[in-house]
């Protein structure tokens, strides 16, 4: 510190050091519950068991993926899924904000997985709603559009 400087050094140690501490508490705020959140699972992560069977609907607005169905996605953006592996599930968006979407699964290198895909569309005319079916797989990470895929990516788990 300068003489100029009207902080002494001990009056700045004080100051860096309360910060860090708010830092410190404000990141370690465990509100004792297990599963890791309102949505979580009985492994700590973060997101909503999806039942096997379930059609997950999704409202595509270039902003995000909103979920609609089934009710425990309804309004979260970008939810991540937790599905069961071996089990089988439809995905997709019946409605969206009139932009060109569309909806494929991919693993964690970014590849689609089994053709998991649909073309591009918009959802103005009848009929282009989009949906996959398919079986839960290890290799699964995300469900994407493509057009928006740095907005509109939300995260697979499969267990």
């Known amino acids: 510190m300068t003489r100029d ?28 519950d297990d599963n890791g959140g309102d949505n979580g699972d ?56 009139g932009g060109n979407h569309n909806i494929a699964i991919r693993d964690d290198g970014g590849e689609v997985v089994d053709d998991l895909a649909t073309d591009e569309t918009t959802d103005d005319e009848p009929g282009d709603d989009q949906f996959l079916e398919f079986t839960a797989s290890e290799e699964m990470a995300e469900y994407v559009c493509e057009p928006h895929e740095n907005s509109m990516d939300g995260e697979i788990i499969v267990e």
């Open 42 to 97: 009985d492994n700590g992560e973060d997101g909503v068991n999806i039942e096997p069977g379930t059609t997950i609907e999704l409202d595509g607005q270039t902003a995000g993926w909103e979920g609609l169905a089934p009710s425990d996605i309804d309004g979260e953006t970008n939810p991540t899924l937790i599905l069961q592996e071996g089990e089988d599930y439809e995905i997709g968006w019946p409605q969206g904000d």
């Open 5 to 32: 400087n009207p902080i002494s050094r001990r009056t700045a140690l004080k100051i860096t050091g309360g910060a860090a501490a708010t830092a410190l508490v404000a990141g370690c705020n465990d509100n004792g």
